[in-house]
């Protein structure tokens, strides 16, 4: 047996143990388990901030279909909330898409799925969200999902983002988001990796959004919505499904 086979032998022996005992289910692929992955970084700052969406927790990711406890938020809210939409002919982009969601959308006929990164090699176009090549009132659905945070001028790429949204589409529009911060705190003095993961918790991030994020989103334009977990979803389904109470679900419109 070559390496490449005994893994994927211990993948399955891995997703039989898990799957013994039921308690958890992924409602993207629907596969049942015991337990989903732990995952994220554990980043002091992240701890010290209490940032929803971001930092190590447990029950994150669905070891069949490597879906995350966001990724499942937003799968769900669409198809109990948004669920109209998804069946008429839209225009829809994502951007740097999860691993579970691309085939999702690709299934359905009625949807023009737009899906892009940075990196080329990460979807199927190379987008760069403070320039987007497409025209004004283009997409009738955007989910940009932690990537904000990520990106140099933020609001840049919001104003981008306003500018291809259609006036009666809408925009989903996720951040890890700190508990305990007001203003979003963000140090333009840092430059190196080791800097961004002391001050932030994870190399990858230039900030970290307090309680003024919405008010952030509006100042470009959107109008803002915001849904808790719970007000489309039973506690049952939260726990079973792995979903992060505190991460609420920001929608921008025009």
């Known amino acids: 047996m070559n390496i490449l086979s005994l893994k994927n032998y211990y993948r399955k022996i891995r997703l039989w143990l898990l799957s013994i005992s039921s308690q958890k289910q992924c409602p993207i692929c629907k596969t049942s388990f015991l337990i989903f992955l732990p995952a994220g970084s554990k980043g002091y700052a992240l701890k010290k901030y209490q940032v929803d969406g971001a930092g190590y927790r447990k029950n994150v990711i669905c070891p069949s279909c490597n879906s995350s406890d966001r990724s499942r938020l937003l799968y769900l809210f669409l198809i109990k909330m948004r669920a109209s939409i998804l069946n008429k002919n839209i225009r829809l982009l994502h951007i740097a898409p999860d691993t579970e969601f691309p085939s999702f959308f690709k299934n359905k006929k009625n949807i023009n799925y737009y899906n892009g990164d940075l990196d080329k090699n990460l979807a199927d176009l190379e987008i760069d969200i403070t320039k987007i090549d497409f025209d004004q009132n283009f ?22 983002l306003f500018r291809v949204l259609k006036k009666d589409g809408f925009a989903i529009l996720q951040s890890p988001i700190s508990r305990t911060l ?42 803002v919505d915001i849904y808790k977990p719970d007000t489309f979803l039973s506690y049952d389904l939260i726990s079973r499904h792995g979903i992060n109470l505190n991460e609420n679900i920001y929608i921008g419109t025009k």
């Open 182 to 223: 007001e203003t979003t705190y963000e140090n333009k003095s840092l430059s190196t990796a080791d800097d961004y993961l002391r001050e932030y918790g994870q190399p990858d991030m230039r900030r970290i959004f307090g309680q003024d994020y919405q008010n952030r989103l509006e100042s470009v334009g959107f109008k």
């Open 139 to 160: 997409f009738d659905v955007i989910i940009c999902n932690h990537v904000l945070e990520q990106l140099d001028d933020d609001f840049i790429a919001l104003k981008e």
